[in-house]
């Protein structure tokens, strides 16, 4: 029996609920393996935390995201 046939036959033993983290879990491991697509996720997360942070911290977290994309690190 193959690892995905044994891990199918898990899947199939556990609750919708814990169903859908797994598969959740799937596409952010299938999303980390295609290189553009993480990239895209990291710039993105890194967004999040900027605009999640607090206001103390705006001017150098604007500071810094305009240096980034002056490094072309980060698209507009």
Do not use: C
């Not at 980390?32 to 942070?53: A, D, G, M, P």
């Not at 604007?62 to 002056?70: C, H, Q």
């Amino acid at each position: 029996m193959s690892i995905q046939d044994q891990t199918i036959g898990k899947i199939r033993q556990m609750p919708e609920a814990l169903v859908q983290e797994v598969s959740d879990f799937i596409d952010f491991l299938l999303m980390k393996h295609s290189s553009k697509n993480w990239e895209l996720w990291l710039q993105f997360s890194e967004s999040v935390e900027i605009v999640e942070s607090d206001f103390s911290d705006y001017l150098s977290n604007l500071e810094d995201y305009e240096e980034r994309l002056a490094r072309g690190e980060i698209q507009w």
